[in-house]
């Protein structure tokens, strides 16, 4: 069965071409080829899954031959997928969140009068991801990773009559070809150093490659990462591309285009292992980014935005722990799995709650919703307690573990455990506060809605989601709630990736694990109830408060687009408008001058050939004075 796993992306591609060619006529059910085409690829994976569980662990890495890509003298490059454990867990991931995003989406997108459209952009969307975790080389990986890319442009601006929603498409994709000149310059470095881009080749000749080149070739597809994950300095596209529809929110978030960053730098550690300097970046840009998510999160009153900034804090937790090594490898794979459904479903529940409150985003006009939207917020309260920690739901056993390893940073010795661990032990409180603040000003409180026209509060009238949404949710929350549990167990899951992560590496923390686990839960309960006392048990103002700078700051996504204006955006357009000014004023008048003095020599020369027969023969004597004189010395 796993030489059939190109049945994988090409079903999906497939669905993709036959939504936007079939046109109109395929309206009314052509979203359901996009859903069967998705389950599809989940039955396809799962086969193969229990054919690759079935084997011993040493017989888990497959390379499938495809056909001979490029074929240029001596260099011949084959397209060939790679059957292991990594990725076998994104291709589960993909293709089961997934295909619960499409069926959620069918009722969602129901009035969409391009709903057949918005399928094969989904379609597409896990077609390219499948490309990029099942290639089995850096090159093909790049095709998957430009498909991401697309993809995520056209969904984001799928209602691209708004110009701020098409502004937010743009965003995202020029944030991503900045990112994508460190994987280039990558690739070109692999190149030139092994003379191959598979995975095999750079695997077994890591070790020969001097230090610099790898530090170079790790910070390069760490620059790639940082703008597919949205990490820390490439993260401003994330909260605006909250302009596409919620469930292609969901569909980035948890289980396709964030997670490819995570994914690159996990698959990539035998080039890590030669570069640790470019691991240590790793981990403190993921340290940066956890806490700037976090601190955004916290000030946010749209909901998706909130949410958005909560997957940027929890990608943190994961390039931290991705950052440390083999220590965490197999923690960061583990958390973006459980991520990928308490994320999935809170980002469903989020579509759920707009679609019963007429698509309003603000949480200031919320509340109380708990008796009105009863399933939506028993599976968002699922999600919730998964991303606080609570045990026994699926975040404690993944995040706690990332905690843990932060604080065995280096092998437990200088700073690195003490900063790391401190930081995701903080990271941790402030996740509590962000999220129980979006919970309980969404689902409890006073209500900040009326259903009285004469009421000054916004004309609401909050009903909870027809079937097709509300059974994906419920799916998700119940992985929410126990997915952590069941892969935690006799360290299934660290051991089912030690053929592609290799054996865990067990190190001891500066502080006793006993510490460390009542340590987060304090901090967890002490955000949520300061939460809860701020905006459960409190009034909430329709309107926000002044706040602090702080707050003013984070209201403001920490001023990252102001810094990016000031730093790339007004520069380069300076730039641009003194080469402009430059190629008119001078290059222009430049050459217009030249042509004009060309010219004027021509008219005076057109006067010349006048074609009167006296004027010639005036020439003529003119021309014989002329000669004579000049030849007069030599008469003498």
């Keep these: 069965m796993i030489d059939a796993a190109w049945l994988l992306i090409a079903i999906p591609l497939l669905s ?16 359901w080829i996009g ?10 994976g799962a086969v193969i899954l229990v054919d690759l569980l079935g084997r011993d662990a040493g017989d888990r890495v ?7 890509w490029i074929s240029a003298g001596d260099l011949v490059v084959h397209a060939g997928l790679r059957i292991d454990p990594l990725s076998m867990t994104f291709v589960m991931l993909v293709t089961c969140v997934g295909s619960l995003i499409h069926v959620y989406s069918v009722a969602y997108m129901e009035h969409d009068a391009d709903r057949r459209r918005f399928f094969a952009y989904l379609n597409l969307f896990v077609a390219a991801m499948l490309i990029l975790v099942l290639a089995d080389s850096y090159l093909l990986l790049f095709v998957g990773w430009e498909g991401v890319g697309l993809a995520s442009y056209l969904l984001i601006g799928f209602w691209n009559h708004v110009p701020q929603y098409a502004t937010a498409a743009k965003k995202a994709f020029i944030m991503n070809r900045v990112a994508d000149v460190g994987m280039i310059v990558a690739l070109g470095a692999l190149f030139s150093t092994f003379g191959a881009l598979d995975f095999a080749t750079v695997e077994q000749a890591a070790g020969t490659a001097s230090e610099p080149i790898m530090t170079l070739i790790g910070l390069m597809l760490l620059v790639a990462a940082c703008g597919k994950s949205a990490q820390f300095p490439l993260q401003a596209w994330l909260g605006d591309a909250m302009a596409g529809p919620t469930p292609v929110s969901a569909l980035i978030h948890a289980a396709t285009m964030v997670t490819a960053g995570v994914y690159l730098i996990v698959r990539s ?23 700037f998510g976090a601190i955004v999160g916290c000030a946010k009153d749209d909901i998706k935005k909130a949410l958005a900034a909560s997957t940027m804090s929890q990608i943190g937790y994961m390039m931290l722990a991705a950052g440390l090594g083999p220590i965490g490898y197999a923690f960061a794979i583990f958390h973006l799995l459980t991520h990928g459904f308490f994320k999935a479903g809170m980002f469903l529940g989020a579509g759920s709650v707009m679609h019963g409150m007429n698509d309003d985003v603000n949480m200031r006009h919320y509340g109380n919703l708990s008796r009105f939207m009863k399933v939506t917020w028993i599976t968002f309260g699922l999600g919730w307690l998964a991303i606080l920690g609570v045990p026994p739901f699926s975040g404690f056993w993944s995040k706690d573990k990332i905690i843990e390893a932060a604080f065995s940073a280096d092998h437990g010795h200088g700073w690195q455990p003490w900063v790391f661990g401190l930081v995701a032990l903080f990271g941790a409180g402030l996740t509590a506060f962000y999220m129980s603040r979006l919970f309980f000003m969404t689902f409890h409180g006073k209500a900040r809605w009326a259903t009285e026209e004469s009421s000054p509060l916004p004309q609401r009238h909050p009903h909870e989601s027809p079937r097709l949404m509300t059974v994906p949710m419920i799916i998700l929350a119940l992985g929410s709630a126990g997915l952590g549990l069941f892969l935690a167990l006799g360290d299934g899951f660290v051991t089912w990736l030690e053929p592609t992560t290799g054996v865990l590496e067990h190190h001891e923390p500066v502080l006793p694990i006993p510490v460390i686990m009542i340590s987060t839960l304090v901090v967890v309960f002490v955000g949520a109830a300061l939460a809860w006392r701020q905006y459960g048990a409190s009034d909430v103002p329709t309107t926000p408060p002044i706040g602090s700078p702080l707050t003013r700051a984070a209201r403001r996504d920490l001023y990252q687009d102001d810094v990016n204006e000031a730093l790339i955006m007004r520069p ?11 190629d008119k004023k001078v290059l222009d008048n430049a050459v217009t001058g030249t042509a004009g003095l060309v010219g004027s020599f021509g008219l005076l020369l057109r006067k010349l050939q006048n074609g009167h027969v006296r004027t010639y023969a005036a020439y003529i004597i003119i021309g014989l004075v002329a000669m004579l004189l000049a030849l007069a010395p030599w008469w003498n």
């Design 16 to 31: 993709a071409a036959f939504l936007l060619l079939s046109g109109r006529r395929s309206d009314r059910w052509g979203h």
């Design 269 to 291: 550690g035998p080039v890590y292992e030669q570069a640790p300097t470019a691991l240590l970046v790793v981990a403190l840009i993921g340290a940066i980014t956890l806490l």
């Design 62 to 68: 497959h390379d499938v031959h495809l056909f001979d």
């Design 572 to 582: 380069g357009q300076y730039a641009t408008r003194t080469l402009v000014y430059a």
């Design 35 to 44: 859903v069967c085409a998705s389950g599809a690829a989940f039955v396809v």
